[in-house]
């Protein structure tokens, strides 16, 4: 540790409280997004290591006999990006698992924020030596300690939580304190502002002695992680919540600086463009999706806030862009390279394409809602790992540790191979081709970012505003307002029983057959008012029930995966079609599949397409949060 380090005193973060209201209620056996979010703790808190710190095991690894979890030298700053995730999760489901887990995470984060600067460093220590570990033998291992500046903004993002939570004031010093750090360290210039790359252990990382170098880069590919923008994204998003919750106009103002640096045609651009498109204008890019669509949701928000119609126009763009990167109706969206990894999506893409999908729907420049519906209904569900007896076969078909996909670290403090399978059952593979996980594996960032797209689309399913509730997503959702049962896509059937509502306007998803839909209030047929793609009812009073009878639509498409796409040695990627069966939005089939016994599979849907094609159903104990958090 640093001789001139200097921290806050152990803070008392006190034990998360999950206040709402519990109930049983016999509902349809169907996707339910609060169920996969309990889950999504289970993993994370799992994942996270009690006897270090209460730091996470970054990289996960069950490819091999037996199975194992890794320290690495992203777990600082994903310990970070795992702050904000755990209380959205907790909001949705009510679980109270691992609440000791999340206790240890915070208080470490907050403990290694230095008062005096403001910033939250990597801290090294000689029990940890692979703190400056980046996966990148040209980048020195340092015996200092550093802040990465996206963490920065997670754990920004997670203090502006806990103060809606709490409402302690407390809290405001410290995002004060981070806000000025992040102001600080920015190198301005002309009308923009940007953070340069240390050299060093992770991209952009800033020593306590300060900058090594502050060089501008040159194009999105000059640093480890080759893309400069992804680094910039959650600063430029988080940066205008606080200051719509401050009125702090130079948050404002640095988000707007970082922005305009990242919009630079330099970074932008797709290879090939097609003629008399430029891509470079259009955020267009020819990288792996996450890390350019973080930057896009980024900008979003910035505009958003700023009501900035340049910057909405280029995230417009960029969005549709990327849409056509992959397989949209799965949400397996991959790009042209991804240093070997092209060919497959990784899970913090679910995050990014829900967020831009659902707030470019809110902005009223395009309704995205059939996009976020296909995530959340297939790879998004798919690709959280759940059933241990496919797992622990893919751990008995594959090699002994020391030829994993991850190689075994000579000082084996950094490593746990203890009931791994059951402790992590809710974590996202991280890397899946349209079939399934192949030699699963998890990177922890996944497990900060993937469950963040369960709350928003959670939190976007139903909305509510002056009385009128609005369902934007046919699923199983529970709140003050109304209760969501949803058939799908079993059958052709939502109920939605009123609580606390006078108009419910509900979205028919654009498959749904029109003229076969039947409606009623209380079993009495009753025409809803169409209003674009939305069905209004109104004099509605609680305890009404409004019913949607509609044939489920079964339809079969061909689509071509990795198109023309010449592959390597070592990503082994090669043009695929795949055909695809669809119940209404819900993939229920998919040829040709990965028969490789290491592989976790996708799609085992036989059982929502047989016959009675009812839904079964089952009781659970639903929960209603006492208040959401404002995650946008």
């Not at 691992?98 to 470490?108: C, I, K, S, T, W």
């Not at 690709?383 to 996909?405: H, T, Y």
């Given at each position: 540790?640093?001789?001139?380090?200097?921290?806050y005193p152990?803070?008392?973060?006190?034990?998360?409280?999950?206040?709402?209201?519990?109930?049983?209620?016999?509902?349809?056996?169907?996707?339910?997004?609060?169920?996969?979010?309990?889950?999504?703790?289970?993993?994370?808190?799992?994942?996270?290591?009690?006897?270090?710190?209460?730091?996470?095991?970054?990289?996960?690894?069950?490819?091999?006999?037996?199975?194992?979890?890794?320290?690495?030298?992203?777990?600082?700053?994903?310990?970070?990006?795992?702050a904000?995730?755990?209380?959205?999760?907790?909001?949705?489901?009510?679980?109270?698992?691992?609440?000791?887990?999340?206790?240890?995470?915070?208080?470490?984060?907050l403990?290694?924020?230095?008062?005096?600067?403001?910033?939250?460093?990597?801290?090294?220590?000689?029990?940890?030596?692979w703190?400056?570990?980046?996966?990148?033998?040209?980048?020195?291992?340092?015996?200092e300690?550093?802040?990465?500046?996206?963490?920065?903004?997670?754990?920004?993002?997670?203090?502006?939580?806990?103060?809606?939570?709490?409402?302690?004031?407390?809290?405001?010093?410290?995002?004060?304190?981070?806000?000025?750090?992040?102001?600080?360290?920015?190198?301005?210039?002309?009308?923009?502002?940007?953070?340069?790359?240390?050299?060093?252990?992770?991209?952009?990382?800033?020593?306590?002695?300060?900058?090594?170098?502050?060089?501008?880069?040159?194009?999105?590919?000059?640093?480890a992680?080759?893309?400069?923008?992804?680094?910039?994204?959650?600063?430029?998003?988080?940066?205008?919540?606080?200051?719509?919750?401050?009125?702090?106009?130079?948050?404002?103002?640095?988000?707007?600086?970082l922005?305009?640096?990242c919009m630079?045609?330099?970074?932008?651009?797709?290879?090939?463009?097609?003629?008399?498109v430029?891509?470079?204008?259009?955020?267009?890019?020819?990288?792996?999706?996450?890390?350019r669509?973080l930057?896009?949701?980024?900008?979003?928000?910035?505009?958003?806030?700023?009501?900035?119609?340049?910057?909405?126009?280029?995230?417009?763009?960029?969005?549709?862009?990327?849409?056509?990167?992959?397989?949209?109706?799965?949400?397996?969206?991959?790009?042209?390279?991804?240093?070997?990894?092209?060919?497959?999506?990784?899970?913090?893409?679910?995050?990014?394409?829900?967020?831009?999908?659902?707030?470019?729907?809110?902005?009223?420049?395009?309704?995205?809602?059939?996009v976020?519906?296909?995530?959340?209904?297939?790879?998004?569900?798919?690709?959280?790992?759940?059933?241990?007896?496919?797992?622990?076969?893919?751990?008995?078909?594959?090699?002994?540790?020391?030829n994993?996909?991850?190689?075994?670290?000579?000082?084996?403090?950094?490593?746990c191979?203890?009931?791994?399978i059951?402790?992590?059952?809710?974590?996202?593979?991280?890397?899946?081709?349209?079939?399934?996980?192949?030699?699963?594996?998890?990177?922890?960032?996944?497990?900060?970012?993937?469950?963040?797209?369960?709350?928003?689309?959670?939190?976007?399913a139903?909305?509510?505003?002056?009385g009128?509730?609005?369902?934007?997503?046919?699923?199983?959702r529970?709140?003050?307002?109304?209760?969501?049962?949803?058939?799908?896509p079993?059958?052709?059937?939502?109920?939605?029983?009123?609580?606390?509502?006078?108009?419910?306007?509900?979205?028919?998803?654009?498959?749904?057959p029109?003229?076969?839909?039947?409606?009623?209030?209380?079993?009495?047929?009753?025409?809803?008012?169409?209003?674009?793609?939305?069905?209004?009812?109104?004099?509605?009073?609680?305890?009404?029930?409004?019913?949607?009878?509609?044939?489920?639509?079964?339809?079969?498409?061909?689509?071509?995966?990795?198109?023309?796409?010449?592959?390597?040695?070592?990503?082994?990627?090669?043009?695929t079609?795949?055909?695809?069966?669809?119940?209404?939005?819900?993939?229920?089939?998919?040829?040709?599949?990965?028969?490789?016994?290491?592989?976790?599979?996708?799609?085992?849907?036989?059982?929502?397409?047989?016959?009675?094609?009812?839904?079964?159903?089952?009781?659970?104990?639903?929960?209603?949060?006492?208040?959401?958090?404002?995650?946008?």
């Amino acid at each position: 540790m640093s001789d001139d380090k200097m921290t806050y005193p152990a803070p008392e973060f006190e034990e998360p409280k999950v206040p709402g209201q519990r109930y049983e209620a016999v509902v349809p056996d169907t996707l339910d997004l609060a169920e996969r979010a309990a889950w999504a703790i289970n993993g994370i808190g799992g994942g996270i290591d009690p006897n270090l710190d209460h730091q996470m095991w970054f990289h996960i690894n069950y490819a091999c006999n037996p199975p194992y979890m890794q320290h690495h030298g992203a777990d600082t700053t994903c310990d970070a990006l795992l702050a904000p995730t755990l209380p959205l999760l907790r909001t949705m489901s009510g679980s109270t698992e691992h609440v000791d887990a999340e206790v240890g995470l915070m208080r470490h984060l907050l403990r290694d924020t230095s008062p005096q600067d403001g910033l939250y460093y990597n801290i090294y220590q000689p029990n940890r030596p692979w703190h400056s570990e980046y996966g990148h033998a040209d980048r020195p291992l340092i015996a200092e300690d550093f802040a990465v500046t996206v963490a920065q903004a997670h754990l920004l993002e997670a203090m502006l939580f806990w103060r809606e939570l709490s409402g302690d004031p407390a809290w405001e010093k410290r995002i004060r304190a981070m806000v000025d750090g992040l102001i600080q360290i920015a190198i301005y210039k002309d009308e923009y502002a940007y953070y340069p790359d240390g050299g060093f252990a992770e991209v952009c990382g800033y020593p306590r002695s300060g900058w090594r170098h502050t060089a501008e880069p040159q194009d999105d590919y000059d640093n480890a992680e080759g893309s400069v923008t992804s680094y910039y994204g959650d600063i430029i998003r988080v940066l205008p919540l606080w200051y719509l919750e401050s009125g702090d106009e130079r948050a404002l103002d640095l988000a707007g600086r970082l922005a305009r640096f990242c919009m630079q045609p330099r970074f932008w651009g797709g290879n090939p463009e097609p003629v008399m498109v430029a891509g470079n204008e259009l955020g267009h890019f020819n990288f792996h999706a996450h890390n350019r669509l973080l930057i896009l949701a980024g900008m979003l928000e910035y505009a958003h806030v700023a009501n900035d119609a340049r910057v909405l126009e280029f995230v417009q763009r960029g969005y549709e862009f990327a849409l056509t990167l992959g397989i949209a109706k799965l949400g397996w969206i991959t790009a042209p390279f991804w240093g070997g990894n092209e060919g497959l999506n990784e899970a913090c893409t679910f995050c990014d394409l829900l967020r831009l999908g659902i707030r470019l729907s809110d902005a009223g420049v395009g309704d995205y809602w059939d996009v976020v519906d296909a995530v959340v209904r297939n790879h998004l569900a798919e690709q959280q790992l759940l059933d241990a007896d496919i797992l622990r076969k893919v751990v008995e078909a594959s090699p002994p540790r020391g030829n994993a996909v991850l190689p075994r670290k000579e000082n084996e403090q950094g490593e746990c191979d203890e009931n791994v399978i059951q402790r992590t059952l809710g974590m996202f593979g991280s890397c899946a081709t349209p079939v399934g996980v192949p030699r699963p594996w998890v990177m922890q960032c996944c497990s900060g970012n993937a469950p963040k797209a369960l709350y928003y689309a959670w939190d976007g399913a139903v909305r509510h505003d002056q009385g009128t509730v609005t369902v934007n997503l046919l699923l199983n959702r529970a709140s003050a307002w109304v209760d969501v049962d949803s058939f799908l896509p079993y059958q052709g059937k939502v109920s939605i029983h009123v609580k606390d509502a006078h108009r419910v306007a509900v979205r028919l998803a654009s498959w749904m057959p029109r003229r076969a839909l039947e409606t009623r209030v209380n079993e009495t047929a009753r025409e809803g008012v169409q209003l674009g793609g939305y069905l209004v009812f109104d004099d509605l009073k609680p305890g009404d029930t409004i019913t949607l009878d509609f044939p489920m639509v079964e339809s079969r498409t061909t689509y071509t995966a990795n198109a023309h796409r010449p592959g390597s040695s070592r990503s082994k990627v090669r043009e695929t079609k795949y055909t695809c069966a669809f119940r209404g939005s819900t993939m229920v089939d998919i040829s040709p599949r990965d028969n490789d016994p290491t592989t976790y599979p996708f799609y085992l849907r036989d059982h929502m397409r047989q016959a009675p094609n009812t839904a079964p159903m089952r009781t659970v104990t639903r929960f209603v949060p006492e208040r959401a958090i404002v995650s946008w």
